[in-house]
């Protein structure tokens, strides 16, 4: 694939994003113009209906997009760097299924007491989600480390392991839920932003700032790695404290992300992936790249998800799925071909 310049790309997406941002403020099951969207921002010449629509429901789920798209996509990046494998995905060191497994047994847990769509029940499987990711990456992480360090191999396959173990809790969990409580758990895994809320919007925001200060202050250790880590080693990097450092990072990043919109899939995977082979493996300008791509393509996403199937909404999971795929399958066709 050719080669782009990595600043143009960088400045290309984030003209793009705000654009697609825009846009994605009028679509939906009530339709907004670009003019009543601007009297509605500029005056309180818009209607209550339409402000309320544009500022207390699009607006937090555009923005849960953008952090959400971003932390996956870059976290992604990292994960590739770190396992030296551009077919790494961050869920690989289990944190995606330690979390479906948190969430649907807080779903199973508080089924019986608390109403369906409370907000105490909501939180209730967000923590659940998010203690869970963080637990399955404690024990991959643990798995993977001994006396001499941290071993990558070991690490992916006891993420594996820990994805297995997460899908049989998942199905014993299921099979023990009525069907109220088993569409709560089949639509949480399907991930949907259609929960956003100015709470999660700052909780999103706030880990994706951090996310995004730490990254690209080892990416010159992500640039070392690729070599090996003998290779980092004698080029003064401190691999150990890099892998857990960043193996932390990703867990805080991804299960927030998760414990606030679910499993959204293919993000962290296609798209650190698709911009490596645009702009080369160079993590300094790879990460915040990434990000933006991941932030553009979930808002358009979860504009495609509003939009399709009105007056109801697609799960935003399932079009980053539909979207996701079918371009990687390409993607790994093409390069077959050069090989």
């Not at 400045?11 to 009028?26: G, I, R």
């Not at 099951?29 to 544009?54: C, R």
């Not at 088993?182 to 919007?201: D, E, F, H």
Request: glycine share 10%; hydrophobic share 55%; aromatic share 6%.
């Amino acid at each position: 694939m050719r080669r782009f310049s990595a600043s143009g790309l960088i400045l290309a997406l984030a003209v793009l994003l705000p654009v697609v941002s825009l846009l994605s403020m009028t679509v939906g099951t009530v339709s907004i113009s670009l003019g009543d969207l601007f009297a509605a921002d500029n005056s309180q010449a818009g209607s209550n209906q339409v402000s309320t629509i544009l500022f207390d429901i699009r607006l937090p789920r555009i923005l849960l997009a953008i952090c959400v798209g971003a932390v996956l996509s870059s976290t992604g990046a990292v994960m590739q760097g770190l396992f030296r494998n551009p077919l790494a995905d961050p869920s690989l060191i289990g944190v995606s299924s330690g979390a479906s497994v948190g969430a649907s047994l807080m779903i199973v847990a508080a089924g019986g007491f608390i109403h369906s769509g409370a907000l105490l029940g909501l939180s209730l499987v967000a923590v659940g989600a998010f203690v869970g990711g963080f637990v399955a990456t404690l024990l991959v992480y643990r798995l993977a480390t001994s006396g001499i360090g941290t071993s990558v191999t070991t690490m992916l396959l006891a993420g594996i392991a820990i994805a297995a173990i997460a899908g049989a809790l998942n199905s014993l969990l299921s099979y023990f839920s009525d069907n109220d409580m088993l569409r709560q758990i089949s639509l949480w895994q399907m991930g949907n932003l259609s929960g956003a809320s100015w709470t999660k919007v700052s909780i999103m925001a706030a880990v994706a700032l951090l996310l995004m200060a730490q990254f690209p202050r080892d990416s010159r250790a992500l640039n070392a790695l690729l070599l090996g880590e003998s290779e980092a080693r004698h080029l003064g990097v401190d691999v150990q404290a890099v892998k857990r450092r960043l193996i932390l990072l990703t867990a805080l990043g991804v299960g927030v992300c998760v414990a606030l919109a679910g499993l959204v899939g293919f993000v962290g995977l296609i798209i650190p992936h698709m911009v490596r082979l645009a702009i080369g493996p160079d993590h300094r300008w790879l990460i915040p790249a990434s990000a933006l791509a991941g932030a553009t393509l979930l808002v358009f996403a979860d504009s495609l998800a509003r939009i399709v199937v009105i007056p109801a909404e697609l799960p935003t999971g399932i079009l980053t799925a539909l979207l996701g795929a079918p371009f990687f399958v390409a993607l790994l066709l093409q390069q077959r071909k050069q090989v």
